[in-house]
């Protein structure tokens, strides 16, 4: 099975990209990008998967249960330095996103039962990092961490510039050690400035029963059901994405790949 995952032309509803536990043949993590044309509508919401809508650029309006948001999202571009638009959606709420401009929206979603309620996710707790030094720096955003209210869900986007390397060193998350590791599926939802660009990302386990090197191109997605998975962005072409994750124990706990510790260690 490959793990690259192109976009497709858009559905009747908008989508031009789906990643489903079936599709992926793992358990939690779903996946889908949502383009929207000015007053086009799209519905969704699931009675056992929680839900985070991440509106990527343009503005739409969102209802999901009581929640009701008017023009939600202000940037034009992933590639803009601020944060997104955000809503989190619990299992069994059933969404709307109308699109008040040309709209990106990208949904990830996770098993759920219920628990919490919607809620517009504070663009201003959205904490950003810097992450690395040199060609190893590239810039975090927190959309949906651990410390936020979810079942399953993780959502970060990250972006990472032209010749620089990202979730690097290779790191892994797929095993569940208690305070050493956890196990969380992951999908990297990859944009390209200029949109022309490739990038490039391995996946690939200690024993190699996986290991792939993708080029990958502005709007793929690369599933990572277990391994390390580093990403490389070329020189002259920035490279945004966005991480959705889950898993059975909501926390982010990774480990380096040894061979490539030292890295960080020197």
Not at 159 to 168: E, L
Request: proline fraction near 9%.
């Amino acid at each position: 099975m490959t793990l690259r995952v192109r976009p497709h032309a858009p559905a009747a509803d908008g989508s031009v990209l789906e990643v489903t536990p079936e599709s992926a043949g793992w358990s939690h993590v779903g996946f889908q990008v949502v383009k929207l044309e000015p007053g086009q509508r799209h519905d969704g919401g699931a009675p056992d998967r929680e839900a985070c809508l991440v509106i990527l650029a343009g503005t739409a309006s969102v209802r999901a249960g009581e929640l009701v948001l008017e023009r939600a999202g202000t940037r034009e571009s992933v590639f803009d330095d601020i944060p997104p638009a955000a809503v989190y959606v619990p299992a069994g709420v059933p969404f709307e996103v109308t699109a008040e401009t040309p709209v990106e929206l990208a949904i990830g979603s996770a098993p759920g039962q219920g628990r919490g309620e919607p809620r517009l996710i504070d663009p201003a707790r959205m904490s950003r990092e810097v992450r690395g030094q040199g060609t190893n720096q590239r810039f975090v955003r927190n959309v949906l961490p651990e410390t936020e209210p979810a079942e399953s869900l993780l959502v970060v986007e990250v972006i990472t510039p032209g010749g620089h390397w990202s979730s690097y060193p290779p790191h892994k998350h797929d095993t569940a050690t208690e305070g050493e590791e956890t196990a969380l599926e992951e999908t990297y939802y990859h944009r390209l400035n200029p949109p022309q660009g490739f990038a490039v990302q391995r996946v690939y386990t200690d024993d190699r029963s996986i290991d792939e090197t993708i080029s990958v191109e502005d709007g793929d997605v690369v599933m990572v059901p277990r391994g390390y998975h580093p990403a490389g962005a070329p020189h002259g072409y920035d490279l945004y994405y966005l991480n959705v994750m889950a898993g059975p124990d909501r926390h982010w706990i990774f480990r380096n790949d040894p061979t490539h510790d030292w890295i960080v260690r020197k």
